[in-house]
């Protein structure tokens, strides 16, 4: 194994396909808090599966790379209604596609190389927390 994150990032989006392989159309639709829904909610973890994978990117060539202090829920506000906009089913092909991206990438990092990325503070390598934190939160919604 690479690096410590592999197996919890590669466990979490296992999980979170599995799950959403049984949720209907209906189901992805449906409204969650503050304007929220659960296709939105996957479209958000998505993104910032993204943001990580293009941060290991541009560190990969250019190990200065600094990105600007940003707010994650200015971030989250804006791009809500855009993901509002984004059908069911693309949402969650679009959160299992950004995951297997990430995945790939923090998978390929050597465990020193990791710990180094880790300490700029700019994006997490342990992509399972957030998605589990979003798993979680759709379990609860269908209990």
Known sequence: MANSFEDLNRRSLEELRAYL????????QQPLEDGWTVSASLCHVAFWDRRAAQ????????ENFRSP??????????????????PAREAV???L???????GKVAGLDEETAKRWLGL??????????????????K????
């Open 93 to 95: 092909a679009e959160v």
């Open 21 to 28: 392989g049984q949720l209907s159309d209906d189901q992805l």
């Open 69 to 86: 202090t940003e707010n994650v829920h200015v971030i989250n506000d804006a791009l809500l209604h855009q993901w509002r906009r984004i």
């Open 121 to 138: 503070r700019i994006f997490a390598l342990d992509r399972s927390e957030h998605r589990l934190e979003h798993l979680e939160e759709l």
């Open 55 to 62: 941060f290991i990117y541009r560190l990969e060539k250019d």
């Open 140 to 143: 609860n919604t269908f209990a």
């Open 97 to 103: 596609e950004a995951g297997e991206e990430v995945n």
